[in-house]
Each structure stands twice: as C-alpha cells, then as structure tokens.
C-alpha cells in the first residue's frame, strides 16, 4: 500500500502542474484575446473626423428660410461661423465623416427675385460684404470645386429632380441699369450647370440678334437660351470635380479634367459688356410638394 502511494504522489504532482499550467497559458490567451479587442474598440472610437477646409471669407450665402418675402443671406464675417448659426444650420451644415460643406435646400416661398425656385446658395463677392465689385470676361477668372449629390428626390414620373450647383450671373453696373431705367442690377446667368439625371449638362446663353446696340443688348429678353450640352460621363452620386475658366471672349466648363466644353463665339464677346460673378452650392429647380436636394462641397476655390 504505502508503495502504491509512493507511485500515485508523483504522479498527482506531475498532473497539478499540467494542468496549472494550462490554466494559466487559458488565461494568458483570453487576456491576449481582451486586449485586441479592447485596441479594437478604441480605433473604432477614434473615427477620423474631418472638416471642409472652404474659405468662405469671399462669398455670402441665401437660404431658403425666410418671411416669405424674401430669403435670409448671410455675408462675410458672419458666414464663417455657419456652424454655430442656428439660422443656417438645416441649410449649410458640416458633414465630418466625409469631410464636406452640405447645402440643403427645398421649395420655399422665400425666393430672390426674378425666379420661383429656392436656393442655399454661395454668391462671390470679391469684396466681403459688398455685392457692387464684380468682373467682367476681360478681366477673367476660375471657380474650381470638388462636389457629390448627397441626395435629391424624385418626381411623379420617378425622374430625379434638377439642382444647379454652379453658375456665372451677369450684373449691370450703376451707368447700365440707370440707362436701360431697371430697378435692380440683374442681368442674365452667362452660365448654369445642371446635375440632371445623373448627368453634368451646361446651359449658357446667346443674343438673338447680333446687330443689337450696347444699349440694346444690356435687357435681359435681348438674351434667349442655347441648346445646352451635356457630358458624356454619368457623375451620379460620386465625387466630381468641375472647372470654369473665364477669359476674353471665351468660356471652358471641365468636367473630372477629361471633358471640356468650350465656348468661343460671337456671343461671349458681345458678352463682355456685362459684370459677373460666381455662384456655387444648391439652387433646387423645382416646386414639387415634399421635393429636396442636398449637395456636397469637398473642395471650392475662386481666382481671378
């Protein structure tokens, strides 16, 4: 008896240390196990957030908000603290997953005048807070952006909307609207471009009679619409980017820097009687019932 407990005693020994053992190399791998998890939940936590870097500092925005008179705008400085505005919020806001400047927009009885549609929409102003310095074809100048459709709806026929997401607006000086007797500076858009069925079209604008005087030529039915061209590549809802260039009688529209439209005609040299200025963001080309459109800016940049 005592030589079979001499022979069991080791053994037992030989069994708690094994199976110690495993215990503790158990532990080891669900500490492991706990700490990966634990390294992967941080990187989860730590999502990059990213801010649109836009300097605002040379355009005011319109917002389809309002008394129903007339939209609410906000000019430099004030519109570089659009993210703490509560007014401008539902209309101009951050996206900071993607690193965006949204411009939500939708049918509003608060328009500008001379249209029925609504806007949130950038106007450039080359001097902050004045809207009376502009540039003519002449002096020439290029808006640059990278920009996606974030979402839009769809009409009774299941077609998606229209929004305009970059335009060149013409503007009588002092001299001009006083000789033609008009009540306001406005004068016809050179340049609209559409994102349309998931498609970039440009619509610019010809003088229906070439023989007008300058005079002639300042109202705005001097003025009718070109047939309008779009690019072949379908953009969708991926980021493009999209370039006007403006010169002396001439005006190219880029799209991804791989389609080129240009225009180099009688028409943009009769054109160089007028003032321009850039406009970029979401200008919502319907009134549809319960319609919308949200419009993303990566990047925007002006020079002339």
Same mark, same amino acid.
């Given at each position: 008896?005592?030589?079979?407990?001499?022979?069991?005693?080791? =053994?037992?020994?030989?069994?708690?240390?094994?199976?110690? /053992?495993?215990?503790?190399?158990?532990?080891?791998?669900?500490?492991?196990?706990?700490?990966?998890?634990?390294? *992967?939940? &941080?990187?989860?936590? &730590?999502?990059?957030?990213?801010?649109?870097?836009?300097?605002?500092?040379?355009?005011?925005? #319109?917002?389809?908000?309002?008394?129903?008179?007339?939209?609410?705008?906000?000019?430099?400085?004030?519109?570089?603290?659009?993210?703490? +505005?509560?007014?401008?919020?539902?209309?101009?806001?951050?996206?900071?997953?993607?690193?965006?400047?949204?411009?939500?927009?939708?049918?509003?009885?608060? #328009?500008?005048?001379?249209?029925?549609?609504?806007?949130?929409?950038? %106007?450039?102003?080359?001097?902050?807070?004045?809207?009376?310095?502009?540039? #003519?074809?002449?002096?020439?100048?290029?808006?640059?952006?990278?920009?996606?459709?974030?979402?839009?709806? *769809?009409?009774?026929?299941?077609?998606?909307?229209?929004?305009?997401?970059?335009?060149?607006?013409?503007?009588?000086?002092? @001299?001009?609207?006083? *000789?033609?007797?008009?009540?306001?500076?406005?004068?016809?858009?050179?340049?609209?471009?559409?994102?349309?069925?998931?498609?970039? %079209?440009?619509?610019?604008?010809?003088?229906?009679?070439?023989? /007008? #005087? @300058?005079?002639?030529?300042?109202?705005?039915?001097?003025?009718?619409?070109?047939?309008?061209?779009?690019?072949?590549?379908?953009?969708? =809802?991926?980021?493009?980017?999209?370039?006007?260039?403006?010169?002396?009688?001439?005006?190219?529209?880029?799209?991804?820097?791989?389609?080129?439209?240009?225009?180099? +005609?009688?028409?943009?040299?009769?054109?160089?009687?007028?003032?321009?200025?850039?406009? /970029?963001?979401?200008?919502?080309?319907? %009134?549809?019932?319960? /319609?919308?459109?949200?419009?993303?800016?990566?990047?925007?940049?002006?020079?002339?």
């Amino acid at each position: 008896m005592k030589n079979i407990q001499r022979n069991i005693l080791p =053994f037992l020994v030989i069994v708690f240390i094994a199976v110690n /053992a495993a215990c503790h190399a158990q532990e080891s791998s669900v500490t492991e196990s706990n700490v990966k998890k634990e390294k *992967r939940k &941080k990187k989860k936590k &730590k999502k990059k957030y990213k801010l649109p870097d836009i300097d605002l500092s040379h355009w005011k925005v #319109t917002i389809p908000a309002g008394n129903g008179k007339k939209p609410i705008e906000v000019s430099p400085p004030e519109i570089s603290d659009y993210a703490n +505005n509560e007014v401008l919020k539902p209309y101009m806001y951050n996206d900071s997953v993607r690193g965006a400047l949204v411009f939500h927009a939708f049918p509003s009885k608060a #328009t500008t005048a001379n249209t029925k549609y609504s806007r949130s929409e950038l %106007r450039e102003q080359m001097v902050p807070g004045s809207n009376s310095t502009n540039w #003519t074809f002449k002096q020439g100048g290029t808006m640059k952006g990278k920009l996606a459709i974030d979402k839009i709806s *769809r009409d009774k026929n299941g077609k998606y909307h229209r929004v305009i997401i970059m335009q060149i607006h013409g503007r009588l000086t002092d @001299e001009q609207k006083e *000789r033609i007797g008009q009540k306001d500076h406005n004068a016809p858009p050179i340049l609209k471009i559409y994102w349309k069925d998931g498609k970039i %079209r440009v619509k610019t604008k010809v003088l229906k009679n070439l023989g /007008a #005087t @300058e005079t002639e030529m300042l109202h705005e039915d001097a003025w009718g619409d070109d047939k309008g061209h779009t690019f072949k590549e379908e953009v969708g =809802f991926k980021k493009f980017r999209l370039e006007v260039k403006v010169s002396e009688g001439k005006m190219v529209v880029a799209l991804n820097n791989n389609e080129f439209k240009v225009y180099e +005609n009688v028409h943009m040299r009769k054109w160089g009687i007028f003032e321009n200025y850039f406009k /970029a963001g979401n200008y919502f080309q319907t %009134r549809d019932e319960g /319609a919308f459109a949200s419009v993303r800016y990566y990047d925007l940049e002006i020079s002339h």
